[in-house]
T-cell receptor
């Protein structure tokens, strides 16, 4: 158990819909990262938040947005969903005292039908 | 720009044998961190090993060790006495200052009984 939690585990929705994925980082970690992993693909970096502020953006579509709240949990919002958005979405946290690696949550599997 | 390259999309190893997975990276920084992550069929991302760039000594974690060549910007992972449970996708990752991470495209490792 990495200490990073993600909800929901699975999500099935229809094209055109909007969903919200939630992530709670490890205790003490200030950084939250979101990644997308399509079937048999590598990790695509989406966005990085540090202590509530956006720090870096990767290949994140305009239909996607994220935020990090004062309690450090983060949400990834995906709207106008398309079939190609079906993927595993990972949240990872980092930056706790003395730790430099990322710790990954179990992921949310999104299926768009 | 920082990039991470894993030139071996697939590798296989006989059970109990040794295998080495390659990773190269591009950076202009002198202080950074390198990691290997394992992703088994469960899709959970698991940290295998980490290396601080300022340390000359190669990191070791039980059967896993790295060959870190800073000048060559090379960071290979050696798995000794391979076990069936080592079968997974392996990702090399680079962390620069500012908590930014970059991942390679992964190497799929098959362990042959």
């Amino acid at each position: 158990d990495s200490g990073v939690t993600q909800t929901p585990k699975h999500l099935i929705t229809a094209t055109g819909q909007r969903v919200t994925l939630r992530c709670s980082p490890r205790s003490g970690d200030l950084s939250v990262y979101w990644y997308q992993q399509s079937l048999d693909q590598g990790l695509q970096f989406l966005i990085h938040y540090y202590n509530g502020e956006e720090r870096a953006k990767g290949n994140i579509l305009e239909r996607f947005s994220a935020q990090q709240f004062p309690d450090l949990h983060s949400e990834l919002n995906l709207s106008s969903l398309e079939l190609g958005d079906s993927a595993l979405y990972f949240c990872a946290s980092s930056g706790g005292l003395g730790f430099y690696e990322q710790y990954f949550g179990p992921g949310t599997r999104l299926t768009v039908t | 720009a920082q990039t991470v390259t894993q030139s071996q999309p697939e590798m296989s190893v006989q059970e109990a044998e040794t295998v080495t997975l390659s990773c190269t990276y591009d950076t202009s920084e002198s202080d950074y961190y390198l990691f290997w992550y394992k992703q088994p069929p469960s899709r959970q991302m698991i940290l295998v090993i980490r290396q601080e760039a300022y340390k000359q000594q190669n990191a070791t974690e039980n059967r896993f060790s790295v060959n870190f060549q800073k000048a060559a910007k090379s960071f290979s992972l050696k798995i000794s006495d391979s076990q069936l449970g080592d079968a997974a996708m392996y990702f090399c990752a680079y962390r620069r200052t500012g908590n930014q991470f970059y991942f390679g495209t992964g190497t799929s490792l098959t362990v042959i009984p």
